[in-house]
């Protein structure tokens, strides 16, 4: 079993910068894929990028793509999400999520481990 932590988040203007981390204990990171999902007020939890658990493979929603990019550092056992150009639509709390499969996968059902979240909040 793995516990997920992440941070990072806050309050920034439109057009600014974050950098979100999932740290994780317990099991070892480099034994999951992990995902990235955000949820707004009143919506529905959505999937914003995953990477596979060598890392070799990612993939963002369409709405990030070219804004925010997914890493991995499986020695500091922490995966991290870097969010440029913040738009408001981007406010947010943001979770991390862990599959113990290599492959990354989309849906939230197929990810049985996650963090309690960070708030992410862009202001216009």
């Known amino acids: 079993q793995v516990q997920l932590v992440e941070s990072g988040g806050g309050l920034v203007q439109a057009g600014g910068s974050l950098r979100l981390s999932c740290a994780a204990s317990?099991?070892?990171?480099?034994?999951?894929?992990i995902g990235w999902f955000r949820q707004a007020p009143g919506k529905e939890r959505e999937f914003v990028a995953a990477?596979?658990?060598?890392?070799?493979?990612?993939v963002q929603v369409d709405s990030v793509k070219d804004r925010f990019t997914i890493s991995r550092d499986n020695a500091k056992n922490t995966v991290y999400l870097e969010m440029n150009s913040l738009k408001p639509e981007d406010t947010a709390v943001y979770y991390c999520?862990?599959?113990?499969?290599?492959?990354?996968?989309?849906?939230?059902?197929?990810?049985?481990?996650w963090g309690q979240g960070t708030q992410v909040t862009v202001s216009s």
């Open positions: 990477i596979s658990r060598s890392g070799d493979y990612t």
């Open positions: 317990g099991r070892t990171t480099s034994s999951y894929a």
């Open positions: 999520a862990a599959r113990n499969n290599p492959r990354y996968s989309m849906s939230l059902v197929n990810y049985a481990y």
